[in-house]
Nanobody
Framework: QVQLLESGGGSAQAGGSLKLSCAAS???????????MAWYRQAPGKERERVAS???????NYADSVKGRFTISKDYSKGTLDLQMMSLKPEDSAMYYC?????????????????WGQGTQVTVSS
């Protein structure tokens, strides 16, 4: 059973930056190289939304709300999926989840992701 563990969440001031990382409990290199991966977030009272996706060929896609500010990437040396967040805004505050899909090489749909982490909290103050 694959488990995903997020880290790097915390508090930041508006305009600041944070970097999230996600590591798989097993087969991390396979997960990174062979699966669709993504970051989602959910704020209290709101639906979960996709933040960024990265495919097997490292093609990336971002939600309009974070485009130009966030960068999703894979660090094969560390075996992690990262999300670099810059120019943070209070509306970026949410629980952030890492997701991996073993049945697909690329997806923008949450139902294609088979494994989800427990989440890491990001809080941005104005």
């Amino acid at each position: 059973q694959v488990q995903l563990l997020e880290s790097g969440g915390g508090s930041a001031q508006a305009g600041g930056s944070l970097k999230l990382s996600c590591a798989a409990s097993v087969a991390s290199q396979y997960i990174l190289s062979g699966c669709a991966m993504a970051w989602y977030r959910q704020a209290p009272g709101k639906e979960r939304e996709r933040v960024a996706s990265i495919g097997r060929a490292d093609y990336t896609n971002y939600a309009d709300s974070v485009k130009g500010r966030f960068t999703i990437s894979k660090d094969y040396s560390k075996g992690t999926l990262d999300l670099q967040m810059m120019s943070l805004k209070p509306e970026d505050s949410a629980m952030y989840y890492c997701a991996a899909g073993i049945r697909t090489l690329w997806s923008l749909k949450s139902f294609d992701y088979d494994y989800w982490g427990q989440g890491t909290q990001v809080t941005v103050s104005s």
